[in-house]
């Protein structure tokens, strides 16, 4: 980190430890915001006073309440906006179960929201106004509180973040494990008398948590059952916490288009009863009041889940009762941490734009992680027991996976062992195969094949490692194979992927048959025409890329466009980095150095000032140069991680980002940038 003296200097700060991020932002450090006084009265709803409702909206309890029968307004007259001033809106919603919502000042809307939880939104005024207001789109069936409008006296320097719209995307945690994106697929998970069906659930009934959130199913006749349809294909978990009441047994029931799956749990003893072929089960304690969470895992095209009491496994018994509580149907091997849903599915975990702040490498200090694009071709990249497989015994190891969950796959050698499958490529590109192993016992050795199928050995330790190959195609039918090599060998592995491109990215989930792409991360427009000085100053960065050679990348002051911008520019030779001014459009500094090791983290500055120009990386002096010429004051307003219009965005690790708004002298660069 930037010597504190140096750091209090910056006017804008983008620090991996110091910094978070979620729903499409990543959180500046500097500048802090400064808004002005709350405009709204009674935004947190204290007392049914202050706004005009229309008769959708109730006022009850600390709450605005819709009821989704229409779409009227709730209205405030407050103070008139002042056109081109911008204002923060902000507002809560809970207990939210359909339609959408968003908020009306100013002469400008705030994007829509559809679930829980805080939304904020920053407009510019384009009409004085004193109105404000909902606007619901779909009939907006929740609650909101703490609405809030104030004007924005400094603005915060946050970055716009996106990558795509799946769970694709993992990152290592500050525990060391890899940490997807997770989701509770059923809707309602705990509140079994709503978009179930079937048995009269009974709530209130005391829960494996201490709550008084289980319920209580009882048989009516021999196929009683509470059921949810749901639609999901490839490899998942359903799972539930049960306990034993009258009857002793519960009876999971997958509907499956192809045909149906069974699995029995006695909740007396806590072991597992009879199942289905193509389906495997658990069973685990869950405290000492007779609490189990019981799973099933499987391959299939589900289209509806069930639970039956059952008097003896099967379907048996007509009148007795079992206990149930937060059902889970998830993608994966295993059953993870239970998340809640409600009228939307429930996600927890690393969302689809939330940014990635990495641990890999055992760091202490995370790294702000932005990859490229990538496609995961292993259609199975946990479950090895689909795969192709010639003379291996597989099975769910009982250690831990690099996810912390019990989603590894052991194989044992019988005779040429081998697990992996083939699949369409591009013949000429390069590709890289990845897995995670750790040895069990044997000879501590696995191969990995390359696209034209010759092998690769790797030494293997019994700690978990990710091992790759890359290597360029020259047909169209790709390989992605590992082998255990002789007899005896126990090998745990994990997560095997195979993507185009000359070296590996994160770890890419796919449970799906086919393949699964991982968007790009997009990191841009940050700061403000107040955090960014046109005329002079200083860009530092403290990054790595993820390889020494690979296609054109930049982080960049720029004015939104790529027409006026301070560039750092990871050219894609080896060893090259360009450091670039462009002023109308034109570029009137164009500085290079030819030996530096990109893929390795660098702390560089690159100050400019007319007539005074010059690059500085890890305490040298290694560019200068004297242009008598500056980009003209007031045009800088961002801080973007590519070239300012989406071309040539970063991919790589970002420990920190600092902006100064004056030239830093030498000795301060030298503190900077030093090792």
Sequence with gaps: MAEPTLFDEASLALIASGGAGKD??????????????????????????????????????????????????????????????????????????????????????TSYASRNG???????????????????????????????????????????????????????????????????????????????????????????????????????????????????????????????????????????????CLANFNLSTGTLGSLSSGITSKIESVGTNGWYRCSATFNKNVTDVRFFPSESGGYTGTSGSIY???AQLEIGLAATDYIESGATTGKAGLLEDEPRFDYSGGATCPSLLLEPSRTNLVPYSEYFEILNQTYTDLSISPDLSPEGVYNAMRAEWVTGSQIGQSFAITSGLDYTTSIYAKSVSGTSQIQILNMQGNPTTFDITSEWARYDLTDASTSTTGRAYVRLLNIGDIVDFYGLQCEQGSYPTSYIPNHSGGSVTRGEDSCVDGGSAESINSTEGVLYAEISALANADVNRKISLNDGTSNNSVVMFYYTLSDYIF???????????????????????????????????????????????SLADNIPANTLNKLSFDGGVGAYPFNGNVKQVLVFKEALSDTELIKLTTI
Excluded at 146 to 163: I, P
Excluded at 587 to 605: E, G, M, P, T
């Design 24 to 109: 499409g932002k990543v959180y500046s450090v500097k500048p802090v915001p400064v808004y002005g006084a709350e405009e709204v009265t009674n935004g947190d709803f204290a007392t049914d006073s202050d706004w005009t409702k229309a008769s959708n909206w109730t006022i009850s309890g600390g709450k605005a309440v819709a009821d989704g029968s229409s779409q009227g307004a709730l209205i405030q007259n407050i103070a008139a906006s002042v056109i081109g001033k911008k204002y923060k809106i902000s507002f809560t919603i809970s207990n939210y179960n359909s339609g959408d919502i968003r908020m009306y000042y100013g002469g400008q809307f």
């Design 118 to 260: 805080v939304h904020s939104a920053t407009i510019t005024a384009t009409s004085a106004d004193t109105t404000f207001m909902t606007s619901i789109n779909t009939a907006f069936n929740g609650y909101i509180d703490n609405v809030s409008v104030k004007e924005v006296l400094v603005e915060d320097g946050d970055f716009t973040f996106s990558r795509g719209s799946n769970l694709a995307a993992t990152r290592v945690g500050a525990d060391g494990l890899i940490e997807k994106g997770r989701e509770n697929l059923l809707l309602q998970s705990n509140q079994f008398d709503t978009t179930w069906t079937g048995a009269g659930p009974v709530s209130g009934q005391e829960g494996y948590n201490g709550s008084n959130d289980a319920w209580k199913i009882t048989k009516t006749n021999l196929y009683t059952y509470c059921a949810q349809q749901v639609t999901n294909s490839g490899v998942g978990t359903f799972s539930v916490y049960a306990k034993a009441g009258t009857y002793n047994y519960l009876l999971m029931h997958i509907e499956d288009s192809s045909g149906d």
């Design 324 to 326: 149930i509580q937060d």
């Design 579 to 625: 450091f670039q001014i462009y002023k109308a459009g034109t570029r009137v500094l164009n500085l290079n150095v030819s030996y530096v090791d990109k893929s390795i983290l660098h702390k560089i500055a690159f100050k400019y000032k007319n007539s005074d120009y010059s690059v500085w990386i890890d305490g040298v002096e290694v560019l200068t140069d």
